[in-house]
């Protein structure tokens, strides 16, 4: 994302490379996650990478997991992930507008207008904006689109716009080139690998919610909050847990051993995960499900980029 993660990603983040499987107690000391592994490589600024694993099915998870269950082997590969939620900023540039609606405050609830809304988390987006949003940016830095819609081949001019405000048939049968190097939505698996950041915890890098997120009770309902003003997780990822929900690739459904590492192959409504601003704690765990159509724009609504690393 180049120029504009300066903006949010202050120093960039060596990156962590994650190594250890989790154990079956709760985030002591005495767990046996291995601790993280500084890597070398030019890693693009506001992005940390994390390494892939096989994930065979046989694994047991703290907390509990939905998407990880018994007998269901998936493969998470390397990735280059964003640290932070998609900025209200960095969506203008690509997209031309900034379609949020809550109201941004930093993070000692002072509110914020003009350009110092511009640091927090897009809001009111649907899952058509985030796929457009991760083609126009790919064309944007000279990367190859991860993904293909029938009839739009002009990603890069696409108008926010042009963007489906009601369920798309063709929108929703699009299909996804995992081969490809550009920018996308993490699966669901691949979301909850990383925001449990190699850690036991039950949100995303803390067993205490007010450490990590952002969500009712220290927001009183009242709008986003500059990224990465929480605490990180494991992998140096912020905003997992609460601030705005992130969608996922996946169409939602029932999860078992022979469901592909990319989700069920229909639906009607799409995986959005990590709680937000205006929910109560139980929304912002590492494990909790949530979903809703791909047409759906909300003020909670925002999402986190990644990218596949053959490195």
């Known amino acids: 994302m180049k120029s504009i993660l300066k ?9 962590v490379l994650a190594l250890g499987m989790f154990g079956c107690s ?7 996650v291995k601790p993280p592994v500084i890597s070398t490589e030019n890693i693009p600024v ?13 694994e047991s998870w703290t907390p509990d997991s939905s998407v990880f269950v018994s007998g269901r082997s998936i493969t998470i590969p390397d990735m280059y992930v964003c640290d932070h939620e998609v900025t209200r900023g960095e969506f203008k540039e690509v997209m031309g507008t900034d379609p949020s609606t809550a109201s941004a405050y930093d993070k000692d609830g002072n509110k914020l207008t003009g350009d110092a809304v511009l640091n927090n988390p897009v809001n009111y987006v649907n899952w058509y904006d985030a796929i457009a949003y991760c083609n126009k940016l790919s064309l944007k830095e000279n990367l190859t689109p991860c993904y293909s819609v029938s009839g739009v081949t002009d990603w890069e001019n696409l108008a926010y716009s042009s963007i489906p405000t009601s369920s798309n048939s063709t929108w929703n049968a699009l299909t996804y080139n995992e081969e490809a190097d550009g920018y996308r939505l993490p699966t669901e698996a691949e979301w909850e690998w990383l925001a449990r950041g190699g850690e036991n915890y039950t949100y995303a890098g803390s067993n205490t919610v007010g450490d990590v997120a952002w969500y009712t009770t220290n927001t009183n309902d009242t709008g986003t909050r500059e990224v990465k003003t929480k605490k990180a997780n494991g ?12 969608w996922c690739y996946d169409w939602f459904g029932s999860v078992s051993s022979s469901t592909a590492d ?7 409504s799409r995986v959005r995960r990590g709680g ?6 139980s929304y912002c765990q590492v494990s909790s499900r949530s979903y809703d159509g791909p047409l759906s724009r909300d003020d909670v609504y925002g999402f986190r980029v990644v990218r596949s690393s053959s490195k």
């Open 235 to 246: 992998y140096g990822l912020y905003d997992m847990s609460g601030n705005v929900y992130e």
């Open 262 to 268: 990319t989700g069920a192959s229909s639906g009607s």
């Open 26 to 32: 709760s985030g002591s000391s005495d767990d046996p």
């Open 276 to 281: 937000s601003w205006c929910i109560n704690v």
């Open 46 to 58: 506001g992005f940390v990478k994390v390494k892939g694993i096989t994930i065979t099915g046989n």
């Open 7 to 15: 903006k949010v990603a202050g120093v960039a983040l060596i990156a």
